[in-house]
C-alpha cells in the first residue's frame, strides 16, 4: 500500500476495559474516528469545513477485530483514501499497536452532505482538489485484504 495518514499516539484507558480484561469493541471504533478527525482536516473536512454549512455522514463502516488490545498498551491509526467521486469517499484504516502489529481494521463509505438540507451534495471544488492531491501524493493503494468483505455464515 502507498504512504499512509499516521495518527498521533493514543493510549488504552482504563474506562475501556471491560469484564474479559481487553479493550471492548466500541473503543475500537473510537480509535477509529479519532483519527478521522486527523486525516480529515488534511483533506479539508475539517471544523472549519463545518462552519461553511458542509459535513460528512458515514454511510457504511465495516470493523475486523483482528487482535486484543489491553490497558497501557499505545497505538495509532494509518489512514488511506482507497477512492473518491464527487459526493463519496471510501477510506480505510488500520489500528496498529506499538509493536507494529494490526489489532484491527476499519473500512468506511462517506458522503458529502449540505446541512441547510440535509442532503447529499458534490463536493466544492476546493475540496476536491484537496481529496485529489491526497491521492496523487500518496497513490492508488492496491486493495487491501478485507476490503470490501461481507459479512455471513457460509452454508455448505
Avoid at 26 to 50: K, M, T, W
Avoid at 51 to 79: C, D, K, N, P
Avoid at 128 to 148: K, S, T, V, Y
Wanted: glycine share 8%.
Amino acid at each position: 500500500m502507498s504512504t499512509p495518514h499516521i495518527s498521533t499516539v493514543m493510549d488504552i484507558v482504563p474506562e475501556w476495559i471491560d469484564f474479559n480484561g481487553h479493550m471492548n469493541m466500541a473503543f475500537y471504533n473510537v480509535l477509529f474516528d479519532r483519527a478521522s478527525d486527523e486525516f480529515y482536516q488534511l483533506i479539508g473536512l475539517g471544523e472549519p469545513y463545518v462552519a461553511r454549512g458542509f459535513t460528512t455522514y458515514t454511510a457504511e463502516f465495516h470493523i475486523r477485530y483482528l487482535r486484543e488490545l489491553h490497558l497501557g498498551q499505545q497505538v495509532r491509526v494509518r489512514s488511506w483514501l482507497l477512492d473518491h467521486d464527487e459526493k463519496r469517499f471510501h477510506t480505510w484504516q488500520e489500528i496498529r499497536h506499538e509493536d507494529g502489529w494490526i489489532a484491527a481494521t476499519g473500512e468506511t463509505l462517506a458522503l458529502h452532505i449540505d446541512m441547510s438540507g440535509p442532503r447529499v451534495v458534490p463536493f466544492p471544488d476546493d475540496i476536491a482538489a484537496g481529496m485529489d492531491a491526497f491521492a496523487a501524493a500518496h497513490g492508488r493503494p492496491d486493495r487491501p485484504e478485507g476490503a470490501g468483505s461481507a459479512i455471513g455464515i457460509p452454508r455448505k
